[in-house]
């Protein structure tokens, strides 16, 4: 049984920045969150979940383009947390945020990923 949970999201002034979290958590054997990639996808409404950043186990990161210079995604495997730093938001960056597990290599499908939060909303105004 695995859960992901977020936390970090709210209401912030265009040009600000936000910190997301998200929590792993498992009973598996020790090591597995480190084969597991991790990814912050995001869906407005009346629009598609679209994937914003992903980590995979060697640490290599990918993100979508529009994000690109702006956001970062980490992990730290000891705490089995993932965060995605967003500087300079934009208010086209508003949406529910979620982030999703899978173990081995990182994809930008949605329905690549088995395990999934609840999600965090943020929300840019200009």
């Known amino acids: 049984q695995v859960s992901v949970m977020e936390s970090g999201g709210g209401s912030v002034q265009a040009g600000g920045s936000q910190t997301l979290s998200c929590v792993f958590d498992g009973a598996f054997e020790v090591g597995y969150f480190e084969f597991t990639c991790m990814a912050w996808f995001r869906q407005a409404p009346g629009k598609e979940r679209e994937a914003v950043a992903d980590i995979d186990r060697s640490y290599a990161t990918t993100y979508t383009e529009s994000v690109k210079g702006r956001f970062t995604i980490s992990r730290d495997n000891a705490q089995k947390t993932v965060y995605l730093q967003m500087n300079s938001l934009k208010p086209e960056d508003t949406g529910m945020y979620y982030c999703?597990?899978?173990?081995?290599?990182?994809?930008?499908?949605?329905?690549?990923?088995?395990?999934w939060g609840q999600g965090t909303q943020v929300t840019v105004s200009s």
């Open positions: 999703a597990a899978r173990l081995g290599l990182c994809t930008p499908r949605p329905a690549d990923f088995r395990d």
